[in-house]
C-alpha cells in the first residue's frame, strides 16, 4: 500500500543555520504534497504544499522541492529560529480533496538559540 | 466559529470497555479523517470518509469503527479488540475545494 518515509526522525540546529528534512513515497500516482507543522500541545497546521506539475516552491523562509522521477521530495527552512522548533510532518495523496492523505513519521526541529 | 472540534480532551477508559471519540465539524467539508498520533511514529491513519454514509479502512483499522451518518459528525469507537488504544487521536477534515486537511485539537485516550 501507499507509505510515506521521513528523515531524519529528530533534527538539531543552531539558530541562523538551514535545516533539511527529506521524505520519499511509495504511490507513483500520488500528485500532492504538503508539509505540516505541531508546535507542542497544538493541532497539525499547514505550512506549505506543492503539487507534481512543480519541482521547487518558496515561501519566505521555507521552500520546498519534489522530485517526481526518484519520488522524494524536502523541506528546506533557512535562517532557523526559536519558534520554529516543532514536529514536522511530510503527506502525499492523489490530488482530491476527498482523497486518502498518507503521512511520513514526523521530524522533531530543535532550535538552540 | 467555524472549525473541527474534538471532545472530550482526555478520556479514560477500563480495559475492556468501549469508548467513543467524537469529531464534528462546520465547515462544510466533505472528507473527515482519524488518525492516530504515537511518539516515533507520526500520524497513522485509521479510517477516512470521503462521503455521507461511506467509510473506508485506512493503515490500522483494526479493533477501530466508525459511522459517517451526518455529513458533520465523524465519531471513532476504540473497541475492547484494540489491544494498545492508549494515544493520542486527532481527527482531520478536507473539503471546499482546498486541499488542506484541518484537524481538530485531538483526544488524549488512556487505558487504566
Known amino acids: 500500500g501507499e507509505n510515506v518515509e521521513q528523515h531524519p526522525s529528530t533534527l538539531s540546529v543552531q539558530e541562523g543555520d538551514s535545516a533539511v528534512i527529506k521524505c520519499t513515497y511509495s504511490?507513483?500516482?500520488?500528485?500532492?504534497f504538503p508539509w505540516y507543522k505541531q508546535e507542542l500541545g497544538k493541532r497539525p497546521q499547514l505550512i506549505i504544499d506543492i503539487r507534481s506539475n512543480v519541482g521547487e516552491k518558496k515561501d519566505q523562509r521555507i521552500a520546498v522541492t519534489l522530485n517526481k522521477t526518484a519520488k522524494h521530495f524536502s523541506l528546506h527552512i533557512t535562517e532557523t529560529q526559536p519558534e520554529d522548533s516543532a514536529v514536522y510532518f511530510c503527506?502525499?495523496?492523489?490530488?482530491?480533496?476527498?482523497?486518502?492523505?498518507?503521512f511520513g513519521q514526523g521530524t522533531t526541529l530543535q532550535v538552540k538559540p | 466559529d467555524g472549525g473541527i472540534t474534538q471532545s472530550p480532551k482526555y478520556l479514560f477508559r477500563k480495559e475492556g470497555q468501549n469508548v467513543t471519540l467524537s469529531c464534528e465539524q462546520n465547515?462544510?467539508?466533505?472528507?473527515m479523517y482519524w488518525y492516530r498520533q504515537d511518539p516515533g511514529q507520526g500520524l497513522r491513519l485509521i479510517y477516512y470518509?470521503?462521503?455521507?454514509?461511506?467509510?473506508q479502512k485506512g493503515d490500522i483499522a483494526e479493533g477501530y469503527s466508525v459511522s459517517r451518518e451526518k455529513k458533520e459528525s465523524f465519531p471513532l469507537t476504540v473497541t475492547s479488540a484494540q489491544k494498545n488504544p492508549t494515544a493520542f487521536y486527532l481527527c482531520a477534515s478536507m473539503g471546499g475545494g482546498l486541499l488542506e486537511a484541518f484537524f481538530g485539537q485531538g483526544t488524549r485516550l488512556t487505558v487504566v
Open positions: 465547515l462544510n467539508h466533505d472528507a
Open positions: 503527506a502525499a495523496s492523489y490530488s482530491s480533496n476527498t482523497g486518502k492523505l498518507i
Open positions: 470518509s470521503q462521503i455521507v454514509n461511506d467509510f
Open positions: 504511490d507513483s500516482a500520488s500528485n500532492y
